[in-house]
C-alpha cells in the first residue's frame, strides 16, 4: 500500500473520484461524484470561502475511504462516513474543511431537531439515512452542537448537501476544484 503524504494526498482523493465516483450515491438520483461536485458547486455559487467549497466537494468521502458498500444503509447499518472521511482529512487539510465533514450528519439532525421545514427538504434517501443516524436531536445534543466554533459552516454545508442532488445539474469536473483544494493542503 502506497504511503499518503500531503504531497500525495490529492492525487489519492483525485483517483477516488475518478475511479470510484460513477458509483450510486446511496438511492439517489446521482452518483456520489455528481453529489459531491454539485454540493461544492452550490457552495461556490453561495459565495462561500475557499474552505466551505472544498469541504463541500469532500464531505463525503468517508463513504470512499471506510470501503462500507451502499448496501449496509439498506440493512439498517450506519457507516459512520462523517467520521472516516474527517479522521482521513485532518491531518492533510485545516479544521475549516474538516470539522464541517465531520459534522454535516449532525447537522443534518440539528436541522431537523430547530428548522420545522428543514425535514421537508430532505430526499428519501436522507429521511432513511436519518434514522439510522439517530433521528433528530435532543435538546443537550443541540446545545452541544450549538457550541460548535465551524456551526454556520456545517449548517451551510447540510442545506448544500440537499441541493447537490439533481441528476440533471451540469457541474464542474473534479480538476476544477483541484487548485482550491491543493491550496489548503498542510505542508
Not at 466537494?57 to 472516516?84: M, Q, R, T
Not at 443516524?133 to 451551510?156: S, T
Not at 441541493?163 to 476544484?177: I, T, V
Amino acid at each position: 500500500m502506497i504511503e499518503i503524504t500531503s504531497k500525495n494526498v490529492v492525487d489519492l482523493i483525485e483517483d477516488i473520484f475518478l475511479r470510484r465516483g460513477a458509483e450510486s450515491y446511496l438511492g439517489e438520483q446521482v452518483t456520489m461524484a455528481q453529489h459531491m461536485l454539485q454540493t461544492a458547486q452550490c457552495a461556490e455559487k453561495a459565495g462561500a470561502d475557499i474552505a466551505q467549497i472544498v469541504a463541500a466537494l469532500l464531505h463525503d468521502i468517508g463513504h470512499y475511504k471506510n470501503e462500507i458498500p451502499e448496501s449496509s444503509f439498506a440493512k439498517g447499518v450506519n457507516n459512520f462516513h462523517e467520521e472516516a472521511g474527517a479522521n482521513f482529512l485532518e491531518e492533510y487539510f485545516p479544521a475549516s474543511v474538516v470539522e464541517p465533514i465531520r459534522q454535516h450528519v449532525a447537522a443534518k439532525r440539528y436541522l431537523c431537531a430547530v428548522k420545522t421545514d428543514y425535514f421537508e427538504r430532505l430526499s428519501e434517501a436522507s429521511v432513511h439515512t436519518l434514522n439510522l443516524q439517530g433521528g433528530p436531536m435532543n435538546e443537550k445534543e443541540i446545545k452541544e452542537f450549538e457550541n460548535n466554533d465551524y456551526l454556520d459552516h456545517c449548517i451551510n454545508l447540510r442545506y448544500w448537501d440537499e441541493e447537490g442532488k439533481d441528476p440533471d445539474r451540469e457541474h464542474p469536473p473534479f480538476s476544477y476544484y483541484r487548485p482550491l483544494i491543493d491550496s489548503l493542503v498542510k505542508n
